[in-house]
């Protein structure tokens, strides 16, 4: 009996907690907090950022649709950078896989992030990769799965300005 009563708290728990997560990944719910490291292993907070757009684009090495917005996305960011942090966040490739792509492309205005644990990857519920969530002054704006064309992101992250 003792064992049920345990087994059905954790249970109920579990479910709470994964609906709280399953919540904060919709558009127009608050955008759950990161847990991922730039190359230098510092641990990044969206919190701590001033930005009130801020873009995450969930890639992987090997990815060409990944790996085609990243350029444009670092153009875009040069000219808002008081307004707007790109974010690529990586979960499938090895740190050096990662900060090999980084030196090949060498982005000014792209963070690259690891998330090891692949935290973040489950709190935003990601399956598939170019995943890009646009977030304005702390709620999920929109959710774009697989590659989109520059000019309709582009359009959208104007209109969020």
Not at 7 to 19: M, T, V, Y
Not at 43 to 53: A, M
Not at 145 to 161: A, H, Q, R, V, Y
Request: charged share 25%; hydrophobic share 40%; glycine share 4%.
């Amino acid at each position: 009996m003792k064992f049920l009563c345990i087994f059905i708290a954790l249970f109920l728990f579990n479910a709470c907690s994964f609906e709280n997560h399953k919540k904060s990944t919709k558009i127009g719910e608050v955008a759950t907090e990161i847990s991922a490291k730039n190359l230098l292993g510092d641990k990044i907070k969206l919190n701590d950022d001033k930005n009130s757009l801020k873009v995450l684009v969930f890639f992987q090495n090997g990815c060409s649709s990944c790996l085609k917005e990243l350029p444009y996305l670092d153009k875009f960011a040069q000219n808002y950078p008081d307004k707007i942090s790109v974010y690529a966040i990586n979960s499938a490739n090895d740190i050096q896989t990662i900060q090999s792509l980084a030196k090949k492309f060498d982005f000014k205005n792209v963070e690259i992030l690891k998330d090891d644990l692949k935290i973040t990857q489950d709190r935003y519920a990601i399956f598939a990769t170019p995943t890009t969530i646009i977030i304005k002054d702390g709620i999920i704006k929109d959710r774009i799965l697989g590659e989109t064309p520059w000019e309709n992101l582009k359009s959208k992250l104007i209109s969020l300005l």
